[in-house]
């Protein structure tokens, strides 16, 4: 694992843009179609603006083969709400990089389907291949995707029930907690872990506790995060609040000002 302590959020942002547009550029030249897997949620959006704002000024890579995957979704809302993560994801990064519409998946909350739908959501991600690079923020709660704290770090795509702290973390997405739906589909733990290289996004001083549990604390289902030490590719990234809690900040930052320019991320 690699632990980047940055000193803003706009550094987080365009150091991660930076990794995302480098795979994407990789994987053209190889004559492949990048996989991403996205999160959703406030931490990522000053990466998905700086990737727009590349694309918009011709700097950035042509997206238009890449194929996304996110990684939750709510169950309940209606289909054309503006919360749903497959709503959000194409308005705040896939639509303004020209990613079609069809090679942008969620799992598919549609409550007929439900019971099977993190069977097949795993299927999807099978046949895609797998996720290339996964993008991941962390919850107050230490929770990753929706793996709220318990949930077996075996786990696949299922449906769990949002925890109280979680629906009031979001409740600035929907005016209220009581208006956070309860229940969500999340990719599990385990499918997480199946990433190629995991880059974990966090800001701000209100996730120093959970990111300190996921990078230093043991590897435990009562910190969902904590799995990522599991990972052999894993780059976390964090502005100096988030990175506040970490008792080896210094060395952190020494292994970042000493990385030799060969070495990438
Ligand atoms: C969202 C997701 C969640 C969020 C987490 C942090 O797709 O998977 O794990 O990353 O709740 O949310 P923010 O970034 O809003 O603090």
Redesign the pocket.
């Known amino acids: 694992m690699e632990v980047v302590p940055l000193a803003t959020a706009a550094e987080v942002a365009r150091l991660a843009a930076d990794i995302i547009e480098e795979l994407v550029r990789r994987r053209a030249a190889a004559d492949g179609a990048a996989v991403l897997g996205?999160?959703?949620?406030?931490?990522?959006?000053a990466t998905y603006a700086e990737l727009i704002a590349r694309r918009q000024a011709g700097a950035g890579p042509d997206y238009r083969g890449v194929r996304t995957f996110?990684?939750?979704e709510y169950v309940g809302l209606p289909p054309d709400h503006e919360q749903t993560?497959l709503a959000t994801i194409r308005r705040e990064l896939t639509d303004p990089l020209g990613i079609p519409p069809e090679q942008v998946h969620g799992p598919d909350p549609a409550l007929a389907g439900l019971p099977g739908a993190g069977e097949r959501y795993e299927a999807e991600l099978r046949a895609a291949g797998g996720i290339a690079l996964q993008v991941?923020?962390?919850?107050?709660d230490g929770?990753?995707?929706?793996?709220e704290p318990g949930s077996s770090l075996a786990s696949l795509t299922r449906i769990k029930t949002l925890t109280a702290r979680?629906r009031s973390?979001?409740a600035?997405?929907f005016g209220s907690a009581d208006a956070v739906p309860r229940h969500v589909l999340?990719?599990g733990i385990a499918t997480i872990l199946r990433a190629g290289h995991l880059l974990l996004?966090?800001?701000?001083e209100?996730?120093a506790g959970a990111v300190a549990a996921a990078v230093e604390g043991p590897v435990t289902a009562s910190c969902p995060a904590s799995a990522i030490q599991l990972h052999p590719h894993v780059s976390v990234i964090l502005d100096a609040a988030a990175a506040s809690a970490l008792t080896r900040l210094d060395y952190y930052q020494e292994v970042w000002a000493a990385k030799p320019d060969w070495q990438g991320l």
């Open positions: 996205l999160a959703t949620g406030s931490t990522p959006l996110n990684l939750d993560y991941l923020g962390i919850g107050t929770h990753i995707g929706f793996n979680t973390d979001n600035r997405f999340t990719q996004l966090a800001t701000g209100a996730k």
